[in-house]
C-alpha cells in the first residue's frame, strides 16, 4: 500500500505565500509523475503543476509564475510553493503520484486527501 499525504494549507492573506508538502509512504520501488490539482467549492478539480522524476515540470496558465512545483527524490515528496495568492486560490489542494510498487514494472496512480488553502483578508 501506498499513501499520500498534503501538508501547508492554511488562511493567509492575499499577496501571502504558502509552500505545500506531499509525502509518498508505503511499498515503494520509484516515484515517476508527481502533480498538483485544486478544487474549490463547486468546481471540478483542476490540474495546476507536473514534475518528472528527472524533474521537469509543466504548469497551468492559471499558476505560471506564482506556483513553482519541486520535488526531494529521496524523500517522495514534492512541493507547491505559492506566491502572490489571491482569494480566487482558496481550494483544497491535492497530490498524486504516479508509485512503482517492488516487483512490478507498472505504475499506479495514488491521491492525497487534500489540504486546505484558504486566502481572505
Known amino acids: 500500500q501506498v499513501q499520500l499525504v498534503e501538508s501547508g494549507g492554511a488562511l493567509v492573506q492575499p499577496g501571502g505565500s504558502l509552500r505545500l508538502s506531499c509525502v509518498a509512504s508505503g511499498s515503494i520501488y520509484r516515484v515517476n509523475n508527481m502533480g498538483w490539482y485544486r478544487q474549490a467549492p463547486g468546481k471540478q478539480r483542476e490540474l495546476l503543476a507536473t514534475?518528472?522524476?528527472?524533474?521537469?515540470?509543466n504548469y497551468a496558465d492559471s499558476v505560471k509564475g506564482r506556483f513553482w512545483i519541486s520535488r526531494d527524490n529521496t524523500k517522495y515528496t514534492a512541493y507547491l510553493q505559492m506566491n502572490a495568492l489571491k482569494p480566487e486560490d482558496t481550494a483544497d489542494y491535492y497530490c498524486?503520484?504516479?508509485?512503482?510498487?517492488?516487483?512490478?514494472?507498472?505504475?499506479?496512480?495514488?491521491w492525497g486527501r487534500g489540504t486546505r488553502v484558504t486566502v481572505s483578508s
Open positions: 498524486n503520484a504516479d508509485v512503482i510498487p517492488p516487483s512490478s514494472v507498472f505504475a499506479r496512480t495514488y
Open positions: 514534475i518528472s522524476i528527472g524533474g521537469e515540470t
